[in-house]
């Protein structure tokens, strides 16, 4: 089966712009995950979606980021505007069901630098 | 506060020989524990899964133990490779929560041929 799909691999943008980032889970998955891994350190939660609602936001930056999961599929993350501290991977995950014993399948990341 | 450490940021060790790799967590009643290999620039892939009331589990080369009265989870690869090399991360879902995973900040094993 097709893995989890990222897009854009990298980006560089400046402090204050806005960025935009694609995830297009593992087909029939209905939970989605966002994860933002900062260098040196393990992936950290940023939201979780079952189909197209939101289970989990709490350690989204609400100032600034925002997510969305039309149609219970693809799912988009926005950052507006970024800082100097948003530098990092950008991971999404996806799984069959949001309950416990699920594996998560992870795609290769978005690479993220504020400058 | 919660808190999940691997014992240390890298390991170095031989071809052949057994890399044991420690993960401990604090303030967590976790339902299940994971572990997930990540190369450069790649996401995280799943290895093995242990429930709270298991002990340990295998999987070709690979061996969890889980200990809730220590709060530790060793992660042992027996025949070590190079293409073992890698960052191997712990994570762990509390039994509060959904399928959320916590994940510690992983150690980078180096097999040296």
């Known amino acids: 089966e097709a893995g989890v799909a990222q897009s854009p691999r990298y980006k560089i943008i400046e402090k204050r712009q806005s960025v935009a980032f694609w995830c297009n889970p593992i087909?029939?998955?209905?939970?989605l995950y966002w994860y933002q891994q900062i260098l040196g350190q393990g992936p950290k939660l940023l939201i979780q979606?079952?189909?197209?609602?939101?289970?989990?936001d709490s350690q989204l930056p609400k100032d600034r980021f925002s997510a969305e999961r039309l149609k219970g599929v693809d799912s988009t993350l926005k950052i507006q505007p970024a800082k100097l501290e948003d530098s990092a991977v950008y991971l999404c995950?996806?799984?069959?069901?949001?309950?416990?014993?699920?594996?998560?399948?992870f795609g290769p990341g978005t690479r993220l630098t504020v400058l | 506060s919660q808190k999940i450490e691997q014992n240390s940021e890298a390991l170095n060790i031989q071809e052949g020989k057994t890399a044991t790799l420690t993960c401990n967590y604090t303030?967590?009643?976790?339902?299940?524990l994971q572990w997930y290999r990540q190369d450069p620039g790649r996401g995280p892939v799943f290895l093995l899964l242990?429930?709270?009331?298991?002990k340990e589990k295998r999987k070709e080369r690979l061996k969890v133990t889980f200990d809730t009265t220590l709060k530790q989870s060793l992660f042992h690869i027996t025949a070590s490779q190079p293409a073992d090399s890698a960052t191997y991360l712990c994570?762990?879902?509390?039994?509060?929560?959904?399928?959320?995973?916590?994940f510690g900040t992983g150690t980078r094993l180096t097999v040296i041929p």
């Open positions: 995950a996806s799984s069959r069901s949001g309950g416990h014993n699920n594996e998560q399948f």
């Open positions: 087909s029939g998955h209905a939970t």
């Open positions: 979606f079952q189909n197209n609602g939101v289970v989990d």
């Open positions: 303030n967590y009643s976790p339902a299940y």
């Open positions: 242990i429930r709270e009331n298991e």
């Open positions: 994570a762990l879902a509390d039994q509060t929560g959904a399928n959320n995973l916590f």
